[in-house]
Nanobody, 123 residues
Framework: QVQLVESGGGSVQAGGSLRLSCAAS????????MGWLRQAPGKEREFVSA????????YYADSVKGRFTISRDNANNTVYLQMNSLKPEDTAVYYC????????????????WGQGTQVTVSS
C-alpha cells in the first residue's frame, strides 16, 4: 500500500546537523500524517516529530523541540527532518512512519514504517 525509504543518516559530532529524508510511494501518502520516531539500543521506540497531511500541524517531543524541524513536500512525496544542534543522546535509528489510527505521539499510532536510518552523534 505504501513504501517508505529513509536516507540522510550518518555520523556527526555533537553540535552538528543532519537532514533526514523519507521518500514515500503508494497511493495513501497524500492523505496521511507522517512521523519520525527513533530507537536507541536498549530503549523503546519513541516519538520524535510528526506532521499532518496538509503541513498545518506539527508536533515535537520535548527533547527535540527547538532543534529539529519536520516538513513535507507532498508534490515530491517526501518528508524531511532537519536536525540541528545534535547531541549524543540523539544517537538512534530513525524511522519514518505513516500515521494510522490514534495519536501521533506514540509508535502505536503508526501503521507503515521505513527501514530506518542510523544517526550517530559523537561527543
Amino acid at each position: 500500500q505504501v513504501q517508505l525509504v529513509e536516507s540522510g543518516g550518518g555520523s556527526v559530532q555533537a553540535g552538528g546537523s543532519l537532514r533526514l529524508s523519507c521518500a514515500a510511494s503508494g497511493r495513501t501518502f497524500r492523505s496521511s500524517g507522517m512521523g519520525w520516531l527513533r530507537q536507541a539500543p536498549g530503549k523503546e521506540r519513541e516519538f520524535v516529530s510528526a506532521i499532518s497531511w496538509s503541513g498545518d500541524r506539527t508536533y515535537y517531543a520535548d527533547s527535540v523541540k527547538g532543534r529539529f524541524t519536520i516538513s513535507r513536500d507532498n508534490a515530491n512525496n517526501t518528508v524531511y527532518l532537519q536536525m540541528n544542534s545534535l547531541k549524543p543522546e540523539d544517537t538512534a535509528v530513525y524511522y519514518c512512519a505513516r500515521a494510522g489510527a490514534g495519536s501521533y505521539l506514540t509508535p502505536r499510532g503508526y501503521d507503515y514504517w521505513g527501514q530506518g536510518t542510523q544517526v550517530t552523534v559523537s561527543s
